[in-house]
């Protein structure tokens, strides 16, 4: 039954993403960004046995700090929208928790700036 | 007596006597010679009845032959088409994996993934090619292939797991064989009810049961099911009614090829069928090793990558693989980051472990630094024993 005359194609993979995504829709944008943190939540004791394997190695990244929705896919082999999918479904179990990302610090103002420059200026130089 | 002799009456009756003994014989002659004839004639009859018999069913055996040659090089051109279409959906997926687009990929991928199914079925009745794996694969694995080959996917709901797996050669026969119960279980069932699989270890082998909650079978289907697993192979495409009812007589050449059993002769819990496929030893293996890196490299990493509750920062320091609470990362292949993302964990880290020993190092410097005031204030941070108070020193002084 197998290729007997030598011709055998690549085969594909064999679970293909939308079953271990367990078909669910993408996550709002908003909700997972590429920059958004995860983390595992602290109580990793329960954590159910019928996870699949998937979610159990998504859990098994995320336990070691906080990590980037981006790095996370990057680890895995999936595509970063299946990625996303299964970590909402993690959060929505409650075993995973997210942080927004960092909002980028505010620059000084010019003025303010430019003014201790001055006195820095007047006083030493 | 010469007065007989001599009446002409006597010869008369005695030529009578002779001739009607000659035509006698001559009609008995003629009588066996008619039923040899007969006889002759009816044997003929059967031979060429049994002749015609034997070339009708040569005729069928030699139509039914090219339908199946026909058959099977048609449906093993739409089985490479539809795995090539699978690679190239993968390499979609992959692509654009970050677009709203990769839920119509999804879409796209499960549509074919049935239609890939269709052509095997019926490749399978055809004694034609199966597709074959080079792995080996995991029973669960193997369970959810099957489950992602039909329509209600959604609704099959997989309870438990074992760890073992099913050789390379029995993956591609066991999960089409599961894909065809699991698409009857669907199908014959309302659309609100899930049905079950359960993974069992038995002395035996592995079972995997599938239970769903439809209307069962009717006696006659049962009988047809059990034929068609058990004793009379389906052959050719024919027989399989209108509309085919494809299902048992793919299951039954499977079982018969590849050696597992398939029972549905018990009734589910739920009121419809159980099915029970029966994987004998020699169709399983040991676990097959995960092959992604990722997830074998992180609990490694996990002990020594938390510094803050389980040891001091220093100990974090010297431990930890990048020094910033980080998994050591092994890179395979270019990650597609975007440039800025990849810096704010990094950031976030550094908070955690570093931080704790930017302020620590600030206090033991300042204190010295309060400590020999009096004596020498240039001398102060330089003396101090913490590397890291030195660099505060400068900023004191």
């Known amino acids: 039954m197998t290729g007997h005359d030598g011709w055998q194609p690549e085969a594909p993979e064999l679970v293909r993403p939308y079953v271990i995504t367990k078909g669910r829709g993408l996550p709002d944008e908003d909700a997972l960004s590429l920059i958004t943190l995860v983390t595992a939540s602290a109580d990793q004791q329960q954590r159910p046995a019928r996870l699949s394997p998937e979610e159990q190695s998504l859990l098994d990244l995320c336990s070691a700090g906080y990590l980037s929705v981006a790095e996370i896919a990057g680890h895995t082999h999936f595509p970063l929208g299946v990625v996303r999918i299964l970590l909402a479904s993690l959060m929505e179990g409650g075993h995973l928790m997210t942080r927004p990302p960092v909002a980028r610090a505010r620059l000084a103002d010019r003025e303010i700036l430019e003014e201790v420059l001055n006195g820095l200026r007047a006083k030493f130089g | ?397």
């Not at chain 2, 999960?175 to 119960?181: K, M």
């Not at chain 2, 049905?195 to 069992?200: F, K, L, T, Y």
């Not at chain 2, 220093?314 to 597609?336: C, F, H, Q, V, Y």
């Not at chain 2, 930017?358 to 206090?363: R, T």
Request: with cysteine; hydrophobic share 35%; charged share 25%.
């Open chain 2, 1 to 397: 007596m010469t007065e007989y002799t001599g009446n002409p009456l006597l010869w008369v009756a005695l030529v009578a006597l002779v001739a009607a003994a000659v035509l006698i014989s001559r009609q008995r002659k003629a009588a066996r010679a008619l039923r040899q004839q007969v006889q002759g004639l009816r044997d003929h009859y059967t031979e060429l009845e049994n002749d015609y018999g034997k070339s009708v069913q040569a005729a069928q055996e030699r139509a039914e032959d090219e339908t199946k040659t026909v058959l099977k090089s048609a449906m093993r051109t739409l089985q490479g088409l539809a795995a090539e279409q699978q690679l190239v959906l993968s390499r979609l997926q992959t692509k654009y994996g970050d677009s709203a687009l990769l839920q119509d990929l999804l879409e796209i991928d499960h549509t074919n993934s049935q239609f890939g199914r269709r052509a095997q079925s019926i490749a399978v009745l055809c004694d034609g090619w199966l597709g074959g794996r080079r792995d080996t694969a995991s029973v669960y694995d193997v369970v959810r292939s099957a489950q992602g080959r039909i329509r209600h996917f959604r609704r099959v709901d997989i309870l438990s797991q074992v760890d073992f797996g099913i050789t390379s050669r029995a993956v591609e026969p066991v999960a089409l064989a599961l894909a065809e119960l699991l698409d009857n279980a669907t199908s014959y069932s309302s659309p609100d009810t899930v049905v079950e699989i359960n993974i069992r270890t038995v002395p035996k082998g592995i079972c995997v049961v599938v239970d769903d909650a439809g209307v069962g079978m009717s006696d006659e289907e049962r009988a047809r099911a059990d034929k068609l697993l058990a004793t009379e192979r389906a052959s050719g495409v024919a027989g399989l009614g209108n509309p085919p009812q494809f299902g048992f007589a793919v299951i039954g050449l499977l079982c018969e090829r590849f050696g597992f059993e398939v029972s549905v002769d018990s009734s589910s819990p739920y009121g419809g069928v159980r099915a029970v496929v029966l994987l004998p030893h020699e169709l399983l293996t040991a676990m097959p090793e995960k092959k992604a890196p990722a997830p074998a490299s992180a609990p490694a990493a996990r002990g020594t990558a938390r510094p803050v509750p389980e040891g001091g920062p220093e100990a974090a320091l010297t431990s930890s693989p990048t020094g910033d609470g980080l998994p050591r990362r092994r890179r395979k292949r270019p990650m597609a980051i975007v440039p800025g993302s990849a810096s704010t964990p990094r950031a976030t880290g550094r908070s955690d472990s570093e931080q704790a020993q930017v302020m620590g190092a600030f206090q033991r410097g300042t204190q010295s630094g309060r400590v020999t005031e009096p004596d020498s204030p240039d001398h102060a941070g330089r003396t101090s024993e913490t590397p890291g108070a030195s660099s505060e020193g400068h900023e004191v002084s």
